[in-house]
């Protein structure tokens, strides 16, 4: 069975960096699309980027472009997401998924920006 372990999250104060990981467990017969989301409180579950299986293409949702980088190792089947100059509206539980057929979801990690 497939899983998803998230970590890295904590607190930190805007304009601080933190660096997530996912590391997916299990048998996955190929690498695929990944994804990193997140939920902030009361608010709907939002894709916040993604990366091709081979990692050659990322893409983000406009309020994180030139802050986050999306990566990936497949060699250890992990996933990153480099946050840079945190803002408080970026709070909330972020995990990976696969982007087309989602697995099981994981416990995610939680971030904090304070002001």
């Known amino acids: 069975q497939v899983q998803l372990v998230e970590s890295g999250g904590g607190l930190v104060q805007s304009g601080e960096s933190l660096r997530l990981s996912c590391v997916i467990s299990g048998s996955i017969s190929v690498p695929s699309t990944m994804g990193w989301y997140r939920q902030a409180p009361g608010k709907r579950r939002e894709l916040v980027a993604f990366?091709?299986?081979?990692?050659?293409?990322?893409n983000y949702t406009d309020s994180v472009k030139g802050r986050f980088t999306i990566s990936r190792d497949n060699a250890k089947n992990t996933v990153y997401l480099q946050m840079n100059s945190l803002k408080p509206e970026d709070t909330a539980v972020y995990y990976c998924?696969?982007?087309?057929?989602?697995?099981?979801w994981g416990q995610g990690t939680q971030v904090t920006v304070s002001s």
């Open positions: 998924n696969r982007l087309r057929i989602p697995l099981t």
């Open positions: 990366i091709s299986s081979g990692g050659s293409y990322t």
